[in-house]
């Protein structure tokens, strides 16, 4: 019969997207469905590979943060996905990601992490951060000033310099809170603010002039300079074109401006998920947006096809092969119930204790098992039933849906799903050419 894709991937997050881009650049027909909206919109929109490495001690004290997070690698548990895949193929996933999202991002010239500020004050060991935070790195010894918005609580400046003074960093920060020019409600949403920087819209300033917001955000954070070579904003300085208004602000400030990463809502994530999904319509990936899969049909230790939920009407999907990037806890691609945790699609297995109590750490701040939950693979990333075989044939997995590692606590979240997606992509193709080159070979006369 004749096979619709040679890849489907289910779940459009980092996973699902670097999956997908993976196989199609290795000439291979693929999909993507997902159905709600990923991750990326909540992280931070840093690419961390790894922080910190976990600790076997009960208290769950880690080691960290790393200097070169490659090096760390062979120290992680047998059962990490960065094991399973190898530092190599990190590697190469990462360098597939910066081909990917070209100059904006920006980390690759060294394997040790970058430290980013971040909207609390803390400090973050990441891979790759985005060019528009690069001015921000705690490494460089010029003195910042940070601008927070009253309107804005999420981030405020005097606090957050305060917590990167005490982290020691070997700089001089100082904070302020300002009004954001043309912003008066305090539930304005991060989009506003920075759709009123894309458009440069006129605002009236604390005089009454009228003028761009570019020209009265900067000229509201001039008034409160004392020599700083850098001024550090939460991450709102645009949306559709911040490389332009941070060149704007720094063109009237005479200094560099970076961003501070986010919470939810993210735009530095919104940025990224916008060149993925560029990258996907280049690559020629079919993507569907709010179809959940919801049921499957296996057929002789392979996934036959799965059901797509379109609109209420059920829509078979089939493909040579399945790359399953459904997210984790959050992306619900791995769920719980009182007795059991379950991966809802496949009903893969997922490893956990029979007493649910044993799901947590008394200490809150200790090693929690349920955020290690998720599916455990094998060496080709298909998911492994209870006594260590492969599921299914066909079936690979990526990202957040994966077991045996903490990216809170780890710092590797878009790390692992960029290094498995990648892997799973790279199998997926190379299986379906197979399958291919099989058929072609059976229907041509010797
Ligand atoms: C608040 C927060 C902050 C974070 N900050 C950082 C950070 O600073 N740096 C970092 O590296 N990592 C960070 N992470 C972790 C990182 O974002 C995740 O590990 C990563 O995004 C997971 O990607 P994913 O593609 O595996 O899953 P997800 O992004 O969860 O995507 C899964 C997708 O699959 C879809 N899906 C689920 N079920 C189905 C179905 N049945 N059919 C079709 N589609 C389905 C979901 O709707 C979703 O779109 C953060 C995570 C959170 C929650």
Redo the contacts with the bound molecule.
């Keep these: 019969m004749a096979i619709e894709d040679d890849v489907l991937v ?7 997207a670097t999956a997908a881009l993976s196989a199609a650049d290795e000439g291979a027909d693929v999909r993507l ?8 919109r ?3 929109g ?3 590979v790894l922080g910190y490495l976990p600790s076997d001690d009960a208290d769950g004290a880690s080691e960290g943060p790393l200097v070169d997070p490659f090096a760390a690698i062979p120290d992680l548990p047998e059962t990490h996905p960065y094991r399973t895949v190898g530092v190599e193929a990190v590697r190469e996933a990462l360098a597939f990601f910066d081909g990917i999202v070209g100059d904006a991002y920006l980390g690759a010239h060294t394997d040790d992490n970058a430290l980013v500020p971040t909207h609390g004050g803390s400090i ?1 060991p990441t891979a790759r951060y985005p060019r528009s935070s690069a001015a921000g790195l705690a490494s460089d010894r010029r003195d910042a000033l940070l601008v927070g918005f009253e309107t804005l609580p999420t981030f405020e400046g005097p606090l957050a310099a305060a917590h990167l003074e005490a982290a020691g960093v070997p700089f001089q920060a100082r904070g302020v809170t300002l009004s954001f020019p043309g912003i008066v409600r305090d539930d304005a949403k991060v989009t506003r603010y920075a759709h009123l920087l894309d458009r440069d819209e006129t605002v009236s300033t604390a005089t009454g002039a009228e003028t761009g917001a570019r020209e009265a955000l900067a000229a509201a954070v001039e008034a409160h300079l004392e020599g700083e070579k850098r001024v550090g904003f939460p991450a709102v300085l645009g949306d559709e074109g911040p490389d332009e208004v941070r060149a704007a602000l720094e063109a009237h400030l005479g200094v560099d401006v970076f961003e501070v990463p986010m ?2 809502p993210s735009l530095p994530g919104l940025r990224l998920e916008d060149r993925l999904y560029a990258a996907l319509e280049t690559a020629g990936v079919e993507v569907r947006s709010g179809v ?3 049921d499957y049909e296996r057929d002789d230790g392979r996934i036959d096809r799965v059901v797509v939920d379109r609109n209420g009407a059920e829509i078979p999907h089939r493909a040579d092969q399945y790359v399953l ?4 806890l ?4 791995v769920e719980s119930n009182r007795e059991r945790v379950i991966e809802p ?1 496949f009903d893969c297995h997922v490893p956990h204790a029979t007493d649910r109590y044993d799901w947590f750490s008394e200490d809150a701040f200790g090693e929690h098992p349920f955020a290690r939950f998720g599916v455990v693979p094998d060496g080709e990333l298909r998911p492994r039933d209870g006594s260590g075989n492969a599921e299914f044939q066909n079936l690979r997995a990526a ?3 994966l077991g045996g590692y903490d ?1 809170a606590a780890e ?1 590797s ?5 960029i290094a498995t997606g990648y892997v799973a992509g790279r199998h997926a193709a190379a299986r379906a050419t197979d399958a291919r080159l099989a058929t072609n070979d059976e229907v041509t006369p010797q």
């Excluded at 469905?33 to 990326?40: A, F, I």
């Excluded at 990037?325 to 984790?328: N, P």
């Excluded at 979240?413 to 799903?417: E, F, L, M, R, Y």
């Design positions: 289910i779940g459009g997050g980092i996973a699902g469905v997902t159905h709600k909206e990923s991750t990326l909540n992280a931070s840093l690419i961390d973050k919470g939810p959940p899969v919801v990037a459904t997210g984790g959050v992306g619900k691609g699609i990202g957040a849906v990216y710092k979240g878009a790390g692992v799903s």
